[in-house]
């Protein structure tokens, strides 16, 4: 869902937007963002075996570009604001670094079970996030929403 959604956001965009994935894990979709035109992503990871994991994916694939740091998602803090984050995180580690996001574009927020919607969204709202769409599929939901910055 998070992939779909985020090809639909960027489609339109011209190349030189900024994306952040949060959680990257095998680096998925910080790739898809460098595929779908982003100039600068970073894909942070509190797991060693993730970043490396990520790194050799993106030679494999001979994709260029992406920055993978391992860094705890609750201390990351960029100089710039990001037109795109990406976050497939626990809903609690979501609502905890919501607040930092307000000065970003894009959110594209996964890894929500359905049950935590409503403590979701309140939590969006909470923070002055506006919720653009909600995704339900199975058991789980994505999260379109919107910071005060950007594209
Ligand atoms: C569900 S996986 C998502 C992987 C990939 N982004 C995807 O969508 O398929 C969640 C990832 O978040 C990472 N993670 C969990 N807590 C984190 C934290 N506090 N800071 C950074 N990464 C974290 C885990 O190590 C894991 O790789």
Same mark, same amino acid.
């Given at each position: 869902?998070?992939?779909?959604?985020?090809?639909?956001?960027?489609?339109?965009?011209?190349?030189?937007?900024?994306?952040?994935?949060?959680?990257?894990?095998?680096?998925?979709?910080?790739?898809?963002?460098?595929?779908?035109?982003?100039?600068?992503?970073?894909?942070?990871?509190?797991?060693?075996?993730?970043?490396?994991?990520?790194?050799?994916?993106?030679?494999?694939?001979?994709?260029? !570009?992406?920055?993978?740091?391992?860094?705890?998602?609750?201390?990351?803090?960029?100089?710039?604001?990001?037109?795109?984050?990406?976050?497939?995180?626990?809903?609690?580690?979501?609502?905890?670094?919501?607040?930092?996001?307000?000065?970003?574009?894009?959110?594209?927020?996964?890894?929500?079970?359905?049950?935590?919607?409503?403590?979701?969204?309140?939590?969006?709202?909470?923070?002055?996030?506006?919720?653009?769409?909600?995704?339900?599929?199975?058991?789980?939901?994505?999260?379109?929403?919107? !910071?005060?910055?950007?594209?």
């Amino acid at each position: 869902m998070s992939l779909r959604l985020l090809e639909q956001l960027t489609r339109a965009w011209k190349n030189g937007w900024s994306a952040a994935d949060l959680g990257t894990g095998t680096g998925v979709l910080a790739f898809a963002a460098k595929r779908f035109g982003a100039q600068s992503v970073v894909g942070i990871d509190i797991d060693p075996t993730a970043i490396s994991t990520a790194k050799a994916n993106a030679r494999l694939n001979r994709i260029d !570009g992406v920055n993978f740091h391992l860094a705890d998602v609750r201390k990351w803090n960029p100089a710039h604001a990001t037109d795109v984050i990406a976050a497939n995180l626990f809903s609690d580690l979501l609502i905890e670094i919501l607040p930092n996001f307000k000065r970003s574009g894009w959110l594209i927020l996964s890894g929500i079970v359905r049950t935590q919607e409503g403590q979701l969204i309140a939590a969006l709202r909470r923070t002055k996030l506006n919720v653009v769409r909600v995704k339900r599929r199975g058991k789980w939901i994505t999260i379109l929403a919107r !910071g005060s910055v950007g594209l």
